[in-house]
């Protein structure tokens, strides 16, 4: 068959194609607008009642003590084969090694109460992700596709001397560990997701829920340029405090140092611009395709998660081979488990871990 004729048979499909991702952009930056008018009423009240702390993120020029504190493991840099970047990390412990991947807005010591409890039986790694921390910050924009950020933790794994890993994941790096083990499954012995849903599968609850889009219109907002960066550190990093402090919907028992240690990564480096980069090109796949998942996977959720829906469990589910999930809803738990519900965490992990013997 001629490369025209083929040409001209996927027409109709490739015009069909395009057409979709028009209206989805055009309702993208539909949401971001109306988003961006919240969160500019939002940081406009906080400029009001603080006025005296600006319209920027202060610097902070000394690391907080917890994020030197040696409890927590040692800390140091890998490079990555692929990127030629550098990636900062903090470990403990021998034997199997367990990595440990966060989410927005956090860096490693995210993971500081998993790296107490399992570096008896694991080398346990928390990583900072790319953009975050410590680690290589680049500004463009390509370097943060779901394709560059999952190749880096096959090189991470990879630097760190490993053929495979128990991979445990919250938020962004619950959506970047279901990637990795859909195109990586021979690296990842086991998956423990926190809080995250593949995309795919975000995506498809997503059409049929616009409740959930309600929820993820911060989303929307951060598809804009330089507008999320300056609103998220007004009032000296408003927004994010009230996001991991709310009483109700942020990390229950979170000390104030700690809070520090998540706002003085910010003002580092690149600031916001590496982590929100990676929402920017969270569209850029769309529509995705339906996968099967068959690692042998840990889905812990909160009932309470005022950013996730719960029907999402039930959703993740249908595309498992049967036996190789198991998912527990914990009905006082919001999205920030690894954090404020350890203990909870750890009880279904050693569970899991036992019955798939690593």
């Known amino acids: 068959m001629s490369d025209f004729l083929v040409s001209a048979l996927l027409a109709p499909s490739r015009a069909t194609l395009r057409l979709i991702r028009f209206f989805m952009w055009l309702l993208v930056y539909a949401g971001a607008c109306l988003a961006a008018l919240v969160y500019l009423l939002k940081a406009l009240g906080h400029v009001l009642r603080h006025p005296r702390r600006g319209c920027c993120g202060q610097p902070r020029?000394?690391?907080?003590?917890?994020?030197?504190?040696?409890?927590?493991?040692?800390?140091?840099?890998?490079?990555?084969?692929?990127?030629?970047?550098?990636?900062h990390y903090v470990s403990r412990g021998e034997g199997p090694l367990m990595l440990l991947l966060h989410g927005f807005p956090q860096i490693w010591i995210s993971w500081r109460y998993q790296l107490m409890e399992f570096y008896h039986d694991?080398?346990?790694?928390?990583?900072?992700?790319?953009?975050?921390?410590?680690?290589?910050?680049?500004?463009?924009?390509?370097?943060?596709?779901?394709?560059a950020l999952t190749t880096d933790i096959k090189d991470a794994i990879e630097a760190l001397g490993y053929s495979k890993c128990v991979l445990v994941a919250h938020d962004w790096g619950g959506i970047l560990a279901w990637n990795f083990a859909i195109y990586y499954p021979?690296?990842?012995?086991?998956?423990?997701?926190?809080?995250?849903?593949?995309?795919?599968?975000?995506?498809?609850?997503?059409l049929h829920h616009p409740s959930q889009l309600l929820r993820s219109g911060y989303v929307f907002l951060f598809q804009l340029p330089w507008l999320p960066e300056k609103l998220l550190s007004i009032?000296?990093?408003?927004?994010?405090?009230?996001?991991?402090?709310?009483?109700?919907?942020?990390?229950?028992?979170?000390?104030?140092?700690?809070l520090e240690a998540f706002l003085y990564s910010f003002t580092q480096n690149q600031g916001l611009t590496?982590?929100?980069?990676?929402?920017?090109?969270?569209?850029?796949?769309?529509?995705?395709?339906?996968q099967e998942l068959t690692t042998p996977t840990l889905l812990l959720w909160g009932e309470k998660d005022p950013y996730l829906e719960s029907g999402l469990v039930d959703s993740i589910n249908k595309y498992f081979v049967p036996g190789r999930l198991l998912s527990y809803v914990l009905?006082?738990?919001?999205?920030?488990?690894p954090q404020a519900q350890p203990e909870q965490m750890h009880h279904y992990m050693w569970a899991f871990l036992k019955r798939f013997k690593v």
């Open 235 to 258: 009032s000296d990093f408003q927004i994010l405090k009230d996001t991991m402090t709310h009483p109700m919907t942020g990390i229950h028992g979170l000390t104030d140092d700690e």
């Open 122 to 147: 694991f080398h346990v790694v928390a990583l900072d992700l790319r953009g975050y921390g410590s680690s290589d910050s680049p500004t463009n924009l390509n370097s943060y596709t779901i394709d």
């Open 186 to 206: 021979s690296l990842v012995e086991r998956l423990v997701v926190v809080s995250a849903a593949p995309m795919f599968v975000y995506q498809e609850y997503a």
């Open 331 to 337: 009905p006082d738990a919001g999205h920030w488990i």
């Open 274 to 290: 590496g982590p929100l980069n990676y929402y920017r090109n969270i569209f850029s796949h769309f529509p995705l395709q339906r």
């Open 61 to 87: 020029r000394k690391a907080p003590s917890c994020l030197q504190d040696p409890c927590f493991g040692q800390h140091h840099f890998l490079h990555l084969k692929t990127s030629g970047l550098r990636l």
